[in-house]
């Protein structure tokens, strides 16, 4: 599995972006996916998390719940996250994650494949 994110940028506090996540491979929608950040001098953190399938479950962690949205098109192989109220702290380079367990996990050791990552700068 390949995945390719895109969509990062410059913004100013309060603006919104739109990460994509296109996959290559054979069943994308049997996998979980998930987005992670990683800013500067920290670890890379869990952000949101879509099921495989309908995407019935989703995670978020709680600083951009209500801000951020996980949301897949398996007709199109890609995962996404709407990002709405961004904020200087939002500021990292975001990366997408495939997971083919059967359970929603958050943590970067259950995750199996990654992409290359894309920048976020969120202006104060």
């Known amino acids: 599995v390949q995945l390719q994110a895109s969509g990062g940028g410059l913004v100013q506090a309060g603006g919104s972006l739109r990460l994509s996540c296109a996959t290559s491979?054979?069943?994308?929608?049997?996998?979980?996916m998930g987005w992670f950040r990683q800013a500067p001098g920290k670890e890379r953190e869990f952000v949101a998390a879509?099921?495989?399938?309908?995407?019935?479950?989703?995670y978020y962690r709680d600083s951009v719940k209500g801000r951020f949205t996980i949301s897949r098109d398996n007709a199109k192989n890609t995962v996404y996250l709407q990002m709405n109220s961004l904020k200087f702290e939002d500021t990292a380079v975001y990366y997408c994650?495939?997971?083919?367990?059967?359970?929603?996990?958050?943590?970067?050791?259950?995750?199996?494949?990654w992409g290359q990552g894309t920048q976020v700068t969120v202006s104060s």
């Open positions: 491979g054979r069943a994308f929608s049997g996998y979980n």
């Open positions: 879509i099921s495989s399938w309908r995407g019935d479950s989703i």
């Open positions: 994650a495939a997971d083919f367990s059967r359970d929603l996990r958050i943590e970067v050791v259950d995750y199996d494949y």
